[in-house]
């Protein structure tokens, strides 16, 4: 579980980007998607460039942790790690598309708009577990966990043994499922972020400089 904490965290830091990138171009409210659209999107989420940096990240951080053991530490103890996470990733976006296009999903994380941290916490969760279909419903989001069960269980079949037990591979699908709600997040208090960057503390620094650049 610590893994998918984690992920989340590393997910929530950079925004959503890759959601959010996915996302530009469709409109910015619920709207009923084809399956140009659908598949445009999983395209866009998959090979982009955050696609690339997630699983090259994770993977460092797998190198560091010497996990699994078995494959040791140097380039191609990276390289199997980076496969496998980019594997993951692959896997898991592919599973995502296919049972949500299949059941009508709506991929998409709106921002609730609401105010309190707490009440757009929850908003989160709920709007990460359960899915708008094209006719406005609500459901359960089978693509998601489809998504998250597809990427924690598809590298048993190259792990080494000390890695692919049925508990690693429950871990990996939760931190799949963590990272999703960290994406989320990020779309959800983003716009925050940037303006508490912006107002907070580029505009001290920038206010202090100039005060430095008055003294004598």
Known sequence: ??????????????????????????????????SGDRFRM?????????????????????QLADSPKEWGQGTRGYLNRF?????QFQVGAFCGFAVGAVLHEDPRFFPSGRYGMWRRTGYVLTHTLTAR?????????IANYAAALGAGFTPAAWLPPGANSRADSLER?????GMNIGMNMGIEFGSDDRRFFRDKILRRFRRRKQEMDQLP
Do not use: E, H
Not at 13 to 33: E, I, M
Not at 45 to 62: D, E, K
Not at 83 to 87: C, D, N, W
């Open 173 to 177: 699908s939760a931190a799949m499922l």
């Open 1 to 34: 579980m610590a893994g998918a904490v984690l992920s989340m965290m590393i997910a929530a830091a950079c925004l959503g980007v890759t959601k959010a990138s996915a996302q530009v171009g469709f409109p910015p409210a619920p709207s009923r998607l084809t």
């Open 83 to 87: 496969a496998t996470q980019r594997g």
């Open 42 to 62: 999983y395209v866009r989420q998959t090979y982009s460039l955050p696609g690339i940096l997630f699983p090259a990240a994770f993977a460092g951080l797998n």
């Open 133 to 141: 279909t094209d006719r406005g419903a609500m459901m359960p989001a």
